[in-house]
Antibody, heavy 121, light 107 residues
């Protein structure tokens, strides 16, 4: 059974960097048929895909244009986890952040528990 | 970006009712569409992938259909556990995008 366990601070100051980690159990971040995603859900309920990382003989990343200049998603094979860094945050980045797995190209079959991140001074 | 539009936004129904939710894409996405169910404070749960493929463990009262730009999620006989918010998601092209959600409420 795949489990994704998220960790990271729930409060970040404006202009700082939001950092979250997702530890994978029951699967491998290097599995060449899976991809590892970050998404967020705004206080109004809208879901937004932020990006993903996947291994297909080498590492590939894809990011949403809306955050592309500020985001990095990084795998850590030694710890079987992946992380999200979102730089220069503003209050508009306040949301519940989810890590998640997709297989075969995009339907998200496993999700982390979600982390509410508030951007406020 | 591909826009996903769900209707209705809210649906009031009774146990036993047949319920249909529609999702329209702003351009053709073939059958690269998923449906999710979300309950308050929880992560979304995948119900259907590739427009009509029911995920393992999901009750057979859920079904999906459609291709191209128009898709539907049908619950054949609404059960108490089905009162939740439902989202569609396209994964034809980046960025993946979601519908705004349909909240299924008790009538």
């Amino acid at each position: 059974q795949v489990q994704l366990q998220q960790s990271g601070p729930g409060l970040v100051k404006p202009s700082q960097t939001l950092s979250l980690t997702c530890v994978i159990s029951g699967d491998s971040v290097s599995r060449n048929t899976a991809a590892w995603n970050w998404m967020r859900q705004s206080p109004s309920g809208g879901l937004e895909w932020l990006g993903r990382t996947s291994y297909r003989s080498k590492w590939y990343n894809a990011y949403a244009e809306s955050v592309k200049s500020r985001i990095t998603i990084s795998p850590d094979t030694s710890k079987n986890q992946f992380s999200l860094q979102l730089r220069s945050v503003t209050p508009e980045d306040t949301a519940v952040y989810f890590c998640a797995r997709d297989m075969a190209g995009g339907a998200i079959d496993y999700w982390g528990q979600g982390t509410l991140v508030t951007v406020s001074s | 970006d591909i826009q996903m539009t769900q209707s209705p936004s809210t649906l009031s129904a009774s146990v036993g009712d047949r319920v249909t939710i529609t999702c329209r894409a702003s351009q053709s996405i073939s059958n690269w569409l998923a449906w999710y169910q979300q309950k308050p404070g929880k992560a979304p749960k995948l119900l259907i992938s590739k427009a009509s493929s029911l995920e393992s463990g999901v009750p057979s009262r859920f079904s999906g259909s459609g291709s191209g730009t128009e898709f539907t999620l049908t619950i054949s006989s609404l059960q108490p556990d089905d009162f939740a918010t439902y989202y569609c998601q396209q994964y034809d092209s980046y960025p993946w995008t979601f519908g705004q959600g349909t909240k299924v409420e008790i009538k």
